[in-house]
């Protein structure tokens, strides 16, 4: 159902604010256009992160679950560490 809300979990706020601006930017960016279109590169997690997904932005992760209307991010993290 599109659009969907962005609602922030407080580990996600941390993460982006530990982040350089233009890169926080354009994952801004990437997040709104995927919650306004539905497109972009989104696989479902597995395991313990299973029910979530996780859409990619470049080098880094966006780690979410989707609700009816609302797209919780619970952590934006690079790549490399998305899944520790």
Not at 48 to 57: E, H, I, P, T
Request: charged share 25%; glycine share 10%.
């Amino acid at each position: 159902m599109l659009p969907y809300r962005i609602a922030w979990l407080d580990d996600a706020k941390a993460d982006v604010r530990a982040l350089d601006q233009p890169t926080a930017m354009r994952l801004f960016e990437g997040i709104l256009c995927f919650a306004q279109t539905g497109s972009g590169k989104v696989t479902a997690l597995h395991g313990d992160m299973a029910g979530g997904f996780r859409l990619r932005l470049g080098d880094y992760c966006v780690l979410f679950t989707l609700e009816e209307d609302a797209m919780r991010i619970f952590g934006v993290r690079h790549r490399s560490e998305a899944y520790r």
